[in-house]
């Protein structure tokens, strides 16, 4: 059974950078599409960005970002490592949540799949506060 561990999470002043990493066990994850989703108090659990898996035949490296992260977020993999990473730049208290790593199912690479429901391997999350 996958396992996922999500670390890097803290406090830090709006304008700062936060690397998140989540490292899995249980499996490879390289057929995997995987991603990060947040939740605030109060919110839903929402996408942040997702990242494609090996085995999208004809296509490179799939990646989709939220409009809200676009251009400050990057998300990466390391497939030998078995893990994935999210860098955070020019954080923003609106973007204080729990932050979540997760993958979908072995052979689903495609990374188009951005809802919750589209992914059945979660962290437990890791608490990010941004402070004005």
């Known amino acids: 059974q996958l396992q996922l561990v999500e670390s890097g999470g803290g406090l830090v002043q709006a304008g700062g950078s936060l690397r998140l990493s989540c490292a899995a066990s249980?499996?490879?994850?390289?057929?995997?599409?995987m991603g990060w989703f947040r939740q605030a108090p109060g919110k839903e659990r929402e996408f942040v960005a997702t990242i494609s898996g090996v085995g999208v035949a004809g296509v490179g490296i799939q990646i989709y970002y939220a409009d809200s992260v676009k251009g400050r977020f990057t998300i990466s993999r390391d497939n030998a490592k078995n893990t994935i990473s999210l860098q955070m730049d020019s954080l923003k208290p609106e973007d204080t949540a729990v932050y979540y790593c997760?993958?979908?199912?072995?052979?689903?690479?495609?990374?188009?799949?951005?809802?919750?429901?589209?992914?059945?391997?979660w962290g437990q999350g890791t608490q990010v506060t941004v402070s004005p």
């Open positions: 249980g499996r490879p994850l390289s057929t995997s599409a």
């Open positions: 997760a993958a979908r199912g072995l052979f689903q690479s495609s990374a188009a799949m951005r809802t919750p429901f589209d992914f059945v391997s």
